[in-house]
């Protein structure tokens, strides 16, 4: 009898006390999903500043940076390096994203994401020597050269718009 | 502000009532088949008992049958019944709510399918750790219990399936059900609108622990936890919080545990959780880092837990009042099999309340047990064969089975099919946000995400695979309608909000054309 009543006697305890409590809520409300939300502050995906708006940014900063990266290799700070080296990941990590909502069809973009983990293996190397410490040799293999111009060769595909 | 609290827990109840409805009579079908059908002598076979691989039995069987936390409440009961282990049992009754076929395939088509197939696993490891720990402390579990007089074939024995459904919908488990949906109204008791929507992030490592202390009470279908699952890995929130949700946010709910306690004691039951807690929580932050997703830029905010909270703001009453509010919502909200759930969950019902007072004057299983008197035997056809009841009782499983894999197929319609939707989804949201009808905005924004969904999982099941550019497609649209939800819930200006629309529109005419053409 004691195991019969017991969990019942927990629940309802336990309703009581939420029910003492249940706390307030903030001023002013919005309707989301068919659910009131208290609307405390503003509610948005932040995109990183060096995120770009489309895909022919992305190219551009890509090449920029690429560009900028084997110039300055061997002049640039180690920490300037290494925050040059994530935010040129950042972007190669989100280029199939954005090439995503661009107007490039499937074999097109098949091409970005394979250029994309071409660039992403070369700079994750990179990346690797200068987190540990090293500076990474200044030799950019063809290939990445290769790649950025045929992510360039893209780029009227992206926008067919007339 | 009671008022408030006190319909919001209303509208939780009623809203998981209904979710669970179906599942609910998918298990007292379960349960008729095993009592009447199998026997509990070849339950304890198909099951094993006190045995490690009786534990992968179970979590196999209950990974096939279509289930949730509250309808595995009457398959415990019987299977308790039939003399099977403790460790057994919760080795079943937390296996199936987590994957059923429908839910399996949506987290199939999730950005990381792996994260769902090592789910799977870890929910294997879960069990086996815990049930053969709990074998091993508590060795004699096995209840005996005398085994039911055979119903002579034919009807009666279908009908004395139905008798037993309808018996075991009006007692105890009735009961213990209702304990679990409480839970669900103690949650959004406890917890204001929108509290959760900051919380669970990967960076914090309390995540987990916050998680758990909600999923426990909490009540979700596999398809709630799953769509809830996907949420969290777009929005980059603590993968171990995630695996938590789905072991306790679908696994176990109130009812269960007051089950347990009612038939084991708390000694056992509270070492049998321990356990669980401990193999889960150790589990959660094993995988944390292993299997977050890289590619995703974390959102500071989530939407996935706003059901578990209170659906109204205190002081701000509906404009028709709660009661009114309550009805437009589940009218809303409930799908066509929640419906029928619940009808033939009410038929039931009506039916097991009339057999207890027909028991004052007849008792309906002594009819149904008497063997046909007489000596006369007529002629049988060679295809008259005698089928034993076990092999039924298997045919019946595999065919449930087979019908919610059926269900797939119509629940996930073709690509072709579903696009038709979506664009009336779709032209709904985009005219009424560019007009500034936002309430009906924010009513068909989920609908269309939806639709989203279903247009991958579809294609994945019509076509084996789904490529990541359609996979990309697809999230590069539900990114666009989440910000269009964010720009409207922020009353920002009605140019953004077309300009969005513009990009939006755009998105989901590339999104067609992806599904219709490069398949």
């Known amino acids: 009898m004691y195991h019969e009543y017991s969990a019942l006697f927990a629940t309802v305890l336990l309703v009581l006390c939420s029910t003492l409590l249940g706390c307030g809520n903030a001023t002013t409300d919005t309707s989301v999903r068919g659910v009131h939300v208290p609307q405390t502050e503003r509610l948005e995906h932040h995109q990183a500043p060096h995120h770009p708006r489309s895909y022919a940014a992305a190219v551009s900063q890509i090449e920029l940076r690429h560009a900028r990266i084997q110039a300055e290799l061997g ?43 071409q660039l992403t293996e070369f700079y994750d190397s990179y990346a690797s020597a200068a987190n540990s410490g090293h500076r990474p040799p200044g030799t950019p293999r063809n290939e990445c050269r290769r790649a950025i111009e045929s992510l360039r060769t893209l780029m009227p595909a992206a926008d067919r718009r007339p | 502000m009671f008022e408030t609290i006190f319909w919001g827990a209303c509208l939780r109840i009623i809203q998981a009532t209904l979710q669970a409805a179906p599942f609910i009579f998918t298990g007292l079908c379960v349960v008729g088949l095993l009592h009447r059908m199998m026997g509990q002598k070849q339950t304890r076979w198909l099951f094993g008992s006190n045995t490690v691989a009786s534990l992968f039995q179970s979590w196999l069987i209950g990974m096939l049958l279509p289930g949730c936390s509250l309808g595995v409440i009457p398959i415990c009961k019987q299977l308790r019944r039939s003399g099977i282990a403790v460790g057994t049992i919760f080795a079943f009754a937390l296996s199936s709510p987590l994957f059923d076929p429908l839910s399996m395939l949506y ?10 197939v090592a789910f799977a696993l870890c929910s294997l490891i879960v069990v086996t750790i815990s049930g053969t720990i709990f074998d091993r402390m508590f060795p004699n579990t096995e209840v005996q219990s005398e085994e039911p007089p055979e119903t002579p074939h034919g009807i009666k024995r279908l009908l004395a399936v139905l008798v037993v459904m309808a018996r075991e919908s009006v007692s105890s488990t009735a009961g ?6 409480c839970g669900t109204g103690l949650l959004s008791m406890l917890l204001p609108a929108g509290i959760l929507q900051r919380t669970m992030s990967h960076a914090n490592p309390y995540s987990p622990l916050l998680m758990t202390a909600i999923a426990i009470p909490a009540y979700a279908t596999p398809m709630t936890a799953m769509g809830q699952l996907g949420s969290m890995f777009q929005h980059g929130n603590s993968i171990g919080a995630a695996f938590i949700l789905l072991i306790f946010g679908a696994g176990v709910n109130l009812g269960l545990l007051a089950w347990m306690i009612r038939n084991y004691g708390w000694k056992m039951s509270s070492i049998w959780m321990g356990l669980m807690l401990l193999v889960v929580v150790t589990l959660s932050y094993g995988i944390e880092r292993p299997l977050y997703p890289k590619d995703i830029e974390p959102a500071d905010h989530t939407h996935a837990f706003d059901s578990y909270c209170c659906p109204f703001v205190a002081g ?17 909200d409930t799908q066509l099999h929640e419906i029928a759930g619940a009808i033939l969950l009410g038929l039931l019902g009506t039916f097991g309340l009339f057999l207890r007072w027909l028991d004052r004057r007849w008792i309906i299983e002594e009819w149904l047990n008497r063997k046909a008197g007489g000596t006369v035997t007529l002629a049988r056809g060679a295809w008259d064969i005698e089928v034993p009841g076990p092999v039924l009782a298997v045919t019946g499983l595999l065919s449930i089975v087979a019908f919610s894999i059926v269900g797939c197929f119509a629940y996930y319609p073709s ?16 005219t009424a946000a560019r007009t500034g009808q936002k309430e009906h905005a924010l009513h068909w924004l989920p609908i269309c995400e939806g639709w989203i969904r279903r247009l991958q999982v579809g294609t994945y099941l019509r076509y084996g695979r789904l490529s990541e ?22 009353g920002d200006s009605p140019d953004d909000i077309r300009k969005h629309v513009s990009e939006l529109s755009r998105a989901c005419g590339r999104l067609s054309r992806a599904y219709r053409e490069e398949l």
């Open chain 2, 469 to 490: 550019y359609h996979r990309m497609k697809a999230r590069v649209v539900s990114d666009k309608l989440e910000t269009l939800e964010h720009l409207l819930e922020n």
């Open chain 2, 107 to 116: 987290g199939l088509t999730l950005s990381k399918p792996i994260t769902i």
């Open chain 1, 75 to 117: 002049r640039i700070t180690l920490d300037a390096l290494k925050r040059e080296l994530r935010e040129m990941l950042d972007i190669l990590e989100w280029l199939p994203t954005i090439a995503a909502d661009s107007d490039l069809k499937k074999p097109e973009w098949d091409q970005v994401k394979q250029c994309a983990t």
């Open chain 2, 316 to 332: 701000a009453s509906p404009t028709g009042g709660y009661l009114a509010e309550i009805w437009r919502r589940v009218k809303l």
């Open chain 2, 415 to 430: 690509p072709a099919e579903t696009l038709e939707e979506l664009k009336l989804a779709e032209t709904e949201t985009l």
């Open chain 2, 176 to 181: 213990l059900i209702f304990i679990g949906l």
